[in-house]
């Protein structure tokens, strides 16, 4: 029978069918983060139970933590130092493999499980944190849960569930300059809806995905959860495997090659049946910024606001009203020229060294506007240690921008900081949800290019019109 | 965990889409390394007023503050409630503040887990159900009462209305038990040690 990428990894993970229809789901990987790491071993040891393999479990510190040079433990998050060091002795406790602050290997959870490919290819692989999709970029199966689900997974190996429907997303022909894998999500999310996922698992193909890098896959992954989706994810192919090669727990050898033999079978059969399509035309797709308090407030970057009588009925109305109103913005405004106060770069969207260096490439020579507060937070001690090697952090440093250490930072005050009540902020993060980046903060969703490019200009500019210099 | 069978209560309606569980507990709320306390930071950005980063008082037009409202346990909502982050909080916050159902369009994949394995129950019911309930409850919430009946899978609104919904199969066992997952899955512990001696087989670079 035809299989789908998603079925082949999912039905070789099933451990046996339950009499309600759900099926219990071997788990092959699972990382922690200190928001809720801690709480998850404590609960579990607390009900008498143990981690039942250490050795497929890790953990790292990025929510909390904070990313000022030279940090420790301590944080502006109240009470956040109990939650670092609760997740530090529960972890060497349970024996698990810590990633602590100041470990080259540290760094925001979903970008070093790839970094290290602790995620393989056809691997399930479960985080308590929504983007866990992120990592589907490998063919993988990422899958985002709650704590109970976390202390599940930690004590059988397995999480419960329903096997979702399937939804293929096809990007054909190319991508047009300027034109990155933020801009693909954010036009999707924008066409079909924040919630046009529900219930689906999401194959992301076609040519414009398959020439994306390994970085902008992470990426276009990483915000199927915007989406409402289960998960998405992209077959591997020869980048992934070139990506894969090598790094710290990937196979060597004999088994390498015995694995990519394997995994050149994780595609989806050309007969196989899906239960939803959706096509979209690379060339359609334009540098993409979202203008009010969901993803899916999403239009071109020249594009503007919709106008109340564009919309469909009342509900979508009220919706654009209040969204407007928390954005201080207008129907059927452009936002060209629309003043910011700050600019982020970071999160486990967008903060890859190609990332960076789509930024610095147009940083370089020049100076974030007067009056900005500009902020890069590298996703991890790998990324930051590679843009210091390359030179990439004295552009941002030299054009004005702080550079931080890695975590998740500023994409939703982790580190207790936040940009300021009615502060209009350009980021490269995922969520533009009201009060993520801080209490009353404005937040706008776009590629790193177009972060830096309303920095240098001092507001929300098309960095296609800016060139290197 | 509670067992879920029946439960009858005040609907209060926050009748919009997408509401993200930012919303539902702002992150810098999530004070304490603990499931419990966390009622007091629910709906934080809109329960309260604030002078900057300051609280200053309770916002009195936020439907949880009406005293027409006082003691609600069932929440109406629209498309999508309960996305963004996974955070369990959010599921804890409710809790911790009493409410027991939620009855929305649709709602977010990890929220909707994380409800059942809190013992709430997450129902989801077309539009104009919702509208309906929220009409003949909205005049008077504190006598017109909603009961949901977890056994029958049905919501009855007071002028007798009565919408029928479907959970999983599987969370509606756990909830009306009152089970543990985690026991459950335990009992299938030798279907997880035969499952992985073959699989170890089958795909051994999967393993450390």
Known sequence: MSKTLFDKIWDAHVVTKLDDGSVLVYVDRLFLHERTGGVALTSLREDGRSVRNPTHVFATMDHIVDTFPGRGDTTLVPGGELFIKTMRKTANDAGITLFDIGNPRHGITHLISAEQAITLPGLIVACPDSHTCTLGALGAIGWGIGTSDCEHALATETLRAMKPNQLRVRFDGSLGNGVTAKDMILHLIGRHGASGGAGHAVEFCGQAVAELDMDARFTLCNMAVEFAAFTGLIAPDEKTFAYIANRAYAPRGEMFERCKASWRNLRSDPEAAFDREIAIDGADIAPTITWGTSPQHAIAIDGKVPERDELADDDARADLDQALDYMGLEPGQSLLGLPVDGAFIGSCTNSRLSDLRAAARLLAGRKVAAGIRAICTPGSQHVKDAAEAEGIAKVFVDAGFEWREPGCSLCFHAGGEGFGPGERVISSTNRNFRGRQGRQTRTHLASPATVAAAAIAGCITDARELKPI | ?208
């Not at chain 2, 006082?70 to 909502?77: E, N, R, Y």
């Not at chain 2, 009565?162 to 756990?174: A, I, L, W």
């Open chain 2, 1 to 208: 965990m509670n067992a879920f069978d029946r439960h009858s209560g005040i609907c209060a309606p926050i009748r919009i889409d997408n509401v993200d569980t930012d919303q539902i507990i702002p992150s810098r709320e999530m004070k304490h390394v603990s499931k419990h306390g966390l009622g007091e930071g629910l709906f934080a950005n809109w329960r309260y007023r604030y002078e900057g980063h300051t609280r200053t008082g309770a916002n009195e037009e936020f439907v949880l503050n009406q005293p027409a409202y006082a003691g609600a346990t069932i929440l109406l909502s629209g498309r999508n409630f309960g996305c963004g982050s996974s955070r369990e909080h959010a599921v804890w916050a409710l809790h911790d503040f009493g409410i027991k159902v939620i009855i929305a369009e649709s709602f977010g994949r990890i929220f909707m887990n994380n409800c059942a394995r809190n013992g709430l129950l997450a129902i989801e019911l077309p539009a104009a159900d919702i509208d309906r309930l929220q009409q003949q409850t909205n005049a008077s919430p504190q006598t017109r009462t909603v009961l949901v009946d977890l056994t029958e899978c049905r919501v009855h609104a007071p002028d007798g209305d009565v919408f029928e919904f479907t959970v999983s199969e599987s969370d509606r066992h756990m909830l009306l038990g009152g089970l543990d997952y985690i026991d459950y899955t335990l009992k299938f512990a030798s279907d997880i040690e035969r499952f992985v001696a073959a699989d170890r087989r089958r795909r051994p670079w999967a393993y450390l």
